[in-house]
């Protein structure tokens, strides 16, 4: 996230539009922006519906528990198709805003 | 003179494990900040090397020149405790990360990206196939870059764990 933001303007150039999504309200997302200065789009998706139809669901994994998202990145193009996808291993280790560029350049 | 039980503090052993103390917090309050740092925690790694080879000296002068030093008895206490340290370390960085599910379920490459619509910051119902829509906004865009005020190219979708 904080390498996304870092990395906003490029990203954007490639006229790609970044959007987070979690479990969190959009009042903790909110708050989240405001802290760390994110200046993209957050979508709240509390009952993780969209998380769980695009399978990226971790149960149990919350702080109390809740089903929470793993991180995960898509690329989906103007047609509403994916091009480009990272699914980390590691939570550690996600996506670089490079990666973000690269794949960009292949759509059109 | 000085009398034989004024031996000098063993100060090997605290800088070890104060340096194992800093190893463990430098990285969540700072290497976490920058991919090169934080996708393999070498600075950290490193840090506790030296921590271990100041408490190893430190344990060495403690117990072999033990009418020189002190640090018999807290220096295998702040050993252990930088263990137990470096252990939390490990696990908080190369167990508990990987046990993420496996998402066969996703949608691959090539595939449709299942429409959504969520609600943004303020309450307002947003539809992927309006952000693959709408124009990019021409304030956040870089001045004068062909992307200002077009639709985009794609949409990048970052899942993410929350503010936990």
């Given at each position: 996230?904080?390498?996304?933001?870092?990395?906003?303007?490029?990203i954007?150039?490639?006229?790609?539009?970044?959007?987070?999504?979690?479990?969190?309200?959009?009042?903790?997302?909110?708050k989240?922006?405001?802290?760390a200065?994110?200046?993209?789009?957050?979508?709240?998706?509390?009952?993780?519906?969209?998380?769980?139809?695009y399978?990226?669901?971790?149960?149990?994994?919350?702080?109390?528990?809740?089903?929470?998202?793993?991180?995960?990145?898509?690329?989906?193009?103007?047609?509403?198709?994916?091009?480009?996808?990272?699914?980390?291993?590691?939570?550690?280790?996600?996506?670089?805003?490079?990666q973000?560029?690269?794949?960009?350049?292949?759509?059109? | 003179?000085?009398?034989?039980?004024?031996?000098?503090?063993?100060?090997?052993?605290?800088?070890?494990?104060?340096?194992?103390?800093?190893?463990?917090?430098?990285?969540?309050?700072?290497?976490?900040?920058?991919?090169?740092?934080r996708?393999?925690?070498?600075?950290?790694?490193?840090?506790?090397?030296?921590?271990?080879?100041?408490?190893?000296?430190?344990?060495?002068?403690?117990?072999?020149?033990?009418d020189?030093?002190?640090?018999?008895?807290?220096?295998?206490?702040?050993?252990?405790?930088?263990?137990?340290?470096?252990?939390?370390?490990?696990?908080?960085?190369?167990?508990?990360?990987?046990?993420?599910?496996?998402?066969?379920?996703?949608?691959?490459?090539?595939?449709?990206?299942?429409?959504?619509?969520?609600?943004?910051?303020?309450?307002r119902?947003v539809?992927?196939?309006?952000?693959?829509?709408?124009?990019?906004?021409?304030?956040?865009?870089?001045?004068?870059?062909?992307?200002?005020?077009?639709?985009?190219?794609?949409?990048?979708?970052?899942?993410?764990?929350?503010?936990?």
């Amino acid at each position: 996230m904080r390498s996304i933001e870092r990395s906003l303007d490029a990203i954007e150039a490639q006229g790609i539009r970044p959007v987070a999504i979690s479990v969190d309200s959009p009042e903790d997302s909110r708050k989240l922006c405001q802290k760390a200065g994110y200046t993209f789009t957050f979508l709240s998706d509390p009952k993780a519906e969209v998380i769980r139809r695009y399978d990226v669901l971790h149960p149990g994994a919350g702080v109390n528990g809740q089903d929470i998202a793993r991180p995960a990145e898509f690329l989906v193009d103007a047609t509403g198709t994916v091009r480009w996808v990272n699914l980390t291993e590691n939570f550690w280790v996600r996506a670089r805003p490079e990666q973000v560029i690269e794949a960009a350049k292949a759509l059109r | 003179m000085p009398f034989m039980n004024s031996r000098k503090f063993n100060w090997l052993v605290l800088a070890g494990f104060l340096v194992c103390v800093i190893a463990f917090l430098s990285f969540f309050f700072f290497f976490v900040r920058f991919p090169v740092t934080r996708d393999f925690p070498w600075v950290n790694l490193l840090l506790f090397g030296l921590a271990a080879i100041l408490l190893v000296i430190g344990l060495q002068r403690a117990f072999a020149k033990a009418d020189e030093y002190r640090g018999k008895i807290f220096g295998p206490i702040l050993a252990a405790l930088s263990v137990v340290v470096f252990g939390v370390f490990v696990f908080a960085l190369f167990i508990v990360p990987r046990h993420l599910p496996a998402a066969h379920g996703a949608p691959q490459v090539g595939q449709k990206a299942p429409e959504f619509s969520l609600v943004d910051m303020n309450g307002r119902a947003v539809k992927l196939s309006e952000l693959l829509t709408a124009p990019m906004n021409a304030a956040s865009s870089v001045a004068g870059s062909s992307a200002s005020g077009h639709t985009p190219k794609g949409v990048l979708l970052v899942f993410y764990r929350g503010y936990w």
